[in-house]
């Protein structure tokens, strides 16, 4: 029995589209946190902001975790890092020795301060000359190929 080649148009896909962009957004990000003085990655830049977010309260590391959409030991390493940095500190639950809460110190509430600045320059590069409605548009398609990939998950 012969197979049939199958042909496929990767250019005309969105799928090298996505990655191409994924990957000058993750370039410029680390060139941008280097310009304002910032060794980070961008995997602490995303923790930083869910724990900002979650200012005073912290969040447990399950929940960061899925926040972050990391497994338990490789977020754990992460914070690890985060925490010899003096950006974290991790405490334990007091009825439950089991589960340990993130908290920001100010440390970390300065660096992340400093890495919005240059979250926003990439932004600003990132949607030059996009309109609003372009803008909403295109996020309005990114979510329905994340809506596609989670029926399949």
């Known amino acids: 029995m012969q197979s049939k ?12 589209w996505l ?12 060139l941008l946190l280097v310009q ?9 830049v995303v ?14 590391q399950n929940e960061l975790a899925y926040l972050t959409n990391r497994d338990k030991s490789s977020l754990a390493r992460l914070l690890s ?5 003096r950006f ?17 110190t100010d440390e970390g509430r300065a660096v992340f301060i400093k890495a919005k600045m240059a979250i926003k320059e990439l932004i600003q590069t990132m949607e030059e000359g996009i309109t609003e409605e372009e803008k909403k548009q295109l996020i309005k398609l990114l979510k329905k190929v994340q809506v596609n990939y989670k029926k399949e998950i």
């Open 88 to 104: 974290i500190t991790r405490k334990q639950h007091k009825e439950d020795k089991r589960i340990n809460r993130v908290f920001l």
């Open 81 to 85: 890092n985060m925490e010899k940095k």
């Open 5 to 16: 080649e199958v042909y496929i148009d990767f250019e005309n896909s969105i799928i090298p």
């Open 36 to 44: 304002h003085g910032l060794t980070l990655s961008k995997e602490q």
């Open 19 to 30: 990655g191409r962009t994924s990957k000058f957004v993750d370039h410029y990000l680390h």
């Open 47 to 60: 923790v930083l902001k869910r724990l900002h977010d979650h200012d005073g309260d912290g969040l447990n």
